[in-house]
C-alpha cells in the first residue's frame, strides 16, 4: 500500500466514525458528566433557577425512607426475573431441543411475545388481572377465588415478573437452544451407554457444557431487569405502596412527576454506579470463560 | 421416542403454549365485545362490534399517532444502518491512529442505559426548546447510546470478511469508500437486517422517553396514547384501549410470521452482543 492510499484510508476512517463519535460525546459523556453535576444542585423548572446545593440530594438519599424499599424491590425483580426466566427458558429449549416434528411452529409461538409492543402486551395483561378480569374468570371457573393480583402486596411483584418473564423468555429460549445443539452428540451416547438416566446426562454433560451460556443470559436479563420501566407504569404504578417500586420507575417519579430533578439525577448516579458495578464484573467473568466462547 | 412419550411432550408443549398465545387471542376477541361485556370467560364475542374499533379514532388522533410512531422508527432504522454501518466498517477494517481509544470512547454508549442520562438530556433538549417535538426521540437513538450496539454488531460482522475481498479490489483502484459501498456492504446484509429489525423493534416500544418529551397528543407516539384511553372518570375503556392495542401489535405480528427466521435469529444476536 502506498503512503498516499494509506492517509487516504486514514481520512476516510476518521470521516466514517465521526457522527458516531461526536453523537457519544453529546448524548452519552457529555450528560453523563452532567447528572453527577446535577446531582449537586435543585433545578425549579417553572421559576427556571439552578442553585447549587452541595451534597444536600445526597443526604436526602441516605435519609429517604423509601430508598431502602425501592432497592429491595429492584432486587427481588431482578432476582425473581433471572431465576424465572432462566428456569423457564432452558426447559422451553430442552422441550424444543428433542426430534419432534412441529418444534418451529412451537419456537415461533413462545417467541412471538418478544415482537409483540410492549405496551401493547403490558395493557392485556393488566386487563387480564384485573380482580374481575379473565384469569380470575377462569379461575372462577375451576373454584377458585383469584385475587386481585394488581392490588395486593403479595402478587403484585410476581405478576409484574411472569408478565415480563413471558414477553422476553423466547429470546433466551433461542440462546439456550443454540448453545444445547453445540453440545457433541457423541458425549451423550457415551453416556448412556455407560448407564446413565436422563436426569444425570442433563447434570452432568448439558448443564457444565452450556454453563457459559446460562452466565452470559444471566447477566444480559439482570442488567435489561434494572431498566424495566414501561412494565411497571402500566401495571401497578409502583404499587400498592412501593412494592413494585423499581429504581428506574422512583427515578422517573421524583424526576418528572415531582420535579424533583437534582435528587432525580442522584437516583441516576446510584443506578449507573449499579449498571457500572455489574458490567465490570460481567467483563471479569468473561475474561475467565472466554475459552468456551467461539 | 415411544409414542407415548410423543403425545406426553406435544402435551407439556401446547399447554406451556398458552401464556405466550392466549394473551393476543383474548386481545383481538375482547377488542371485538362491547365495554358491557368485556369482562367473563367467552372467548369469542357474543356478538362482533367493531365500535370500539372505530372509537379509537374518535377519541384521539390515533391515525396521526400511528404515524409519528411508524415515521419515527423508519428514520432512526436508516441513520442507525448508516451511523453504524460506517462507523463499524472503520473500526474493523481500517488502521488508523487513536483507533482502539477512539472505539473505547464509544463502546462506553454500550456501559451506560439511556434512563441514567435521561435528566441531563431533558434539560438539554427543554433549553434548545426541543421539548415535545420529535428531535429528542429521533435524535439520540441514531447517535447516542442505542445506536452503539448496532456499530458493535456491524464491527464484529465487518471483522470475519476476507482480507482477500479487498486486496482484490485494491488491485482494481476502488478507494476505501467505494470498497465498502461496494462489496462490504452488500456483503453485510444478513447483519444490516438485524441491527434493523432490533433497531426498529426498539423504537417502536420506547416508552420512558416519549412520556418524557411529549406532553400533546397529536405529538404522541403509540405506547404513549394506548393508555390513554379512559372515559371522563379516568376509568378504563378496555375494549377501545384493546383495539388500539390490536392495531399496534397485528402488523408486526404478520410481518414476523413472514419472517420469522430473520427476526428470531437477528433478536437472538444482537440480544447476545449486547
Known amino acids: ?294 | 421416542m415411544s409414542r407415548k412419550g410423543k403425545t406426553f411432550l406435544y402435551g407439556v408443549l401446547l399447554l406451556l403454549c398458552v401464556p405466550f398465545v392466549f394473551p393476543t387471542w383474548w386481545m383481538v376477541t375482547s377488542s371485538l365485545k362491547p365495554n358491557a361485556d368485556i369482562f367473563g370467560r367467552s372467548l369469542w364475542p357474543s356478538h362482533v362490534s367493531f365500535a370500539a374499533w372505530h372509537d379509537v379514532f374518535t377519541m384521539q388522533p390515533f391515525a396521526r399517532q400511528y404515524f409519528n410512531s411508524a415515521y419515527i422508527a423508519v428514520v432512526v432504522t436508516l441513520g442507525t444502518l448508516v451511523m453504524a454501518s460506517m462507523a463499524g466498517y472503520a473500526f474493523a477494517r481500517i488502521r488508523f491512529r487513536g483507533q482502539n481509544a477512539l472505539f473505547l470512547v464509544v463502546l462506553t454508549g454500550l456501559l451506560i442505559p439511556s434512563e441514567v442520562t435521561i435528566v441531563p438530556l431533558f434539560r438539554i433538549f427543554n433549553s434548545l426548546g426541543l421539548i415535545d417535538t420529535h428531535w429528542p426521540l429521533i435524535l439520540v437513538p441514531i447517535f447516542g447510546a442505542p445506536s452503539v450496539l448496532a456499530t458493535f454488531i456491524m464491527r464484529q460482522f465487518f471483522i470475519t470478511l476476507p482480507a482477500e475481498l479487498e486486496e482484490a479490489a485494491r488491485m482494481d483502484g476502488l478507494s476505501r469508500a467505494a470498497i465498502f459501498r461496494r462489496i462490504a456492504l452488500p456483503l453485510a446484509r444478513p447483519a444490516l437486517g438485524a441491527v434493523a429489525i432490533f433497531t426498529f423493534l426498539t423504537s417502536w416500544n420506547l416508552y420512558l422517553e416519549p412520556i418524557v418529551y411529549l406532553s400533546s397528543k397529536s405529538m404522541f407516539t403509540l405506547p404513549q396514547a394506548l393508555t390513554q384511553f379512559t372515559d371522563p372518570y379516568q376509568g378504563q375503556l378496555w375494549n377501545v384501549q384493546l383495539s388500539a392495542a390490536s392495531m399496534t401489535a397485528i402488523p408486526v405480528l404478520i410481518v414476523f410470521v413472514l419472517a420469522q427466521r430473520q427476526f428470531i435469529e437477528g433478536l437472538a444476536h444482537t440480544g447476545l452482543k449486547g
Open chain 1, 1 to 294: 500500500m502506498t503512503k498516499a492510499t494509506r492517509r487516504q484510508d486514514r481520512l476516510t476512517a476518521y470521516a466514517f466514525i465521526a457522527p458516531q463519535l461526536a453523537g457519544t460525546v453529546a448524548f452519552v459523556l457529555v450528560p453523563l458528566v452532567l447528572v453527577f453535576w446535577y446531582s449537586l444542585h435543585e433545578w425549579n423548572v417553572l421559576a427556571n433557577t439552578f442553585t447549587f446545593t452541595g451534597a444536600d440530594n445526597y443526604r436526602q438519599l441516605a435519609d429517604d425512607p423509601n430508598v431502602p424499599k425501592v432497592l429491595l424491590a429492584t432486587l427481588f425483580f431482578s432476582a425473581g426475573l433471572v431465576v424465572v426466566n432462566l428456569s423457564l427458558a432452558l426447559l422451553l429449549a430442552v422441550l424444543l431441543n428433542q426430534k419432534l416434528r412441529g418444534t418451529t411452529v412451537f419456537r415461533v409461538l413462545f417467541f412471538s411475545p418478544v415482537v409483540v409492543s410492549l405496551v401493547a402486551w403490558t395493557i392485556v395483561w393488566r386487563f387480564m388481572l384485573q380482580d374481575n378480569g379473565g384469569i380470575n374468570a377462569f379461575l372462577d371457573a375451576a373454584g377458585v377465588d383469584g385475587p386481585n393480583w394488581l392490588r395486593s402486596g403479595g402478587t403484585a411483584m410476581a405478576a409484574v415478573i411472569v408478565v415480563q418473564v413471558i414477553k422476553n423468555v423466547g429470546l433466551n429460549m433461542v440462546l439456550f437452544l443454540a448453545a444445547l445443539q453445540g453440545v457433541p452428540q457423541e458425549l451423550y451416547e457415551a453416556a448412556r451407554t455407560d448407564g446413565a438416566n436422563a436426569w444425570t446426562v442433563f447434570r452432568r454433560i448439558t448443564l457444565p457444557l452450556i454453563s457459559p451460556t446460562i452466565l452470559l443470559t444471566s447477566i444480559i436479563t439482570v442488567v435489561g431487569s434494572l431498566q424495566v420501566f414501561a412494565q411497571i407504569a402500566v401495571l401497578t404504578e409502583g404499587g400498592p405502596g412501593t412494592s413494585t417500586t423499581v429504581l428506574v420507575y422512583y427515578l422517573y417519579q421524583q424526576a418528572f412527576q415531582f420535579h424533583a430533578f437534582g435528587y432525580g439525577a442522584t437516583l441516576s448516579v446510584l443506578l449507573f454506579l449499579i449498571v457500572l458495578a455489574l458490567t465490570l464484573f460481567q467483563w471479569q467473568l468473561r475474561k475467565r470463560w472466554v475459552f468456551h466462547e467461539s
